[in-house]
């Protein structure tokens, strides 16, 4: 089972940026499709960028433009870069590796990390 180390969360005001890493253990990593959600108080678990293992990405229309998914295969590490922060991006902020694309949809390995905080201040 792969073990999952988010870290980058932090409080920054609205406009500015944010780098969150996922730190990945175990073999086959740059062979899997993996994915950033973010959870916000009394929501559902939302999925923010997806990238295939071919490199394909794919982002939520509300950060699109703003966010960047990308990986470091010798490094096990995803990371999302996240740009002109807003508000409403304050959350918790979770990846997910080794999902499935169905139909162009990833669907979530069931493992997940300890998250991280982002809190975007007005």
């Known amino acids: 089972q792969v073990q999952l180390v988010e870290s980058g969360g932090d409080l920054v005001q609205a406009g500015g940026s944010l780098r969150l890493s996922c730190a990945a253990s175990?073999?086959?990593?740059?062979?899997?499709?993996m994915a950033w959600y973010r959870q916000a108080p009394g929501m559902q678990r939302d999925l923010v960028a997806g990238?295939?293992?071919?490199?394909?990405?794919a982002y939520a229309d509300s950060v699109k433009d703003r966010f960047t998914i990308s990986r470091d295969n010798a490094k096990n590490t995803l990371y999302l870069q996240m740009n002109n922060l807003k508000p409403e991006d304050t959350a918790v902020y979770y990846c997910?590796?080794?999902?499935?694309?169905?139909?162009?949809?990833?669907?979530?390995?069931?493992?997940w990390g300890q998250g991280t905080q982002v809190t975007v201040s007005s």
């Open positions: 175990g073999n086959g990593f740059m062979r899997k499709s």
């Open positions: 990238i295939h293992f071919s490199g394909r990405k």
């Open positions: 997910n590796v080794g999902g499935t694309y169905v139909q162009g949809h990833y669907i979530a390995n069931p493992s």
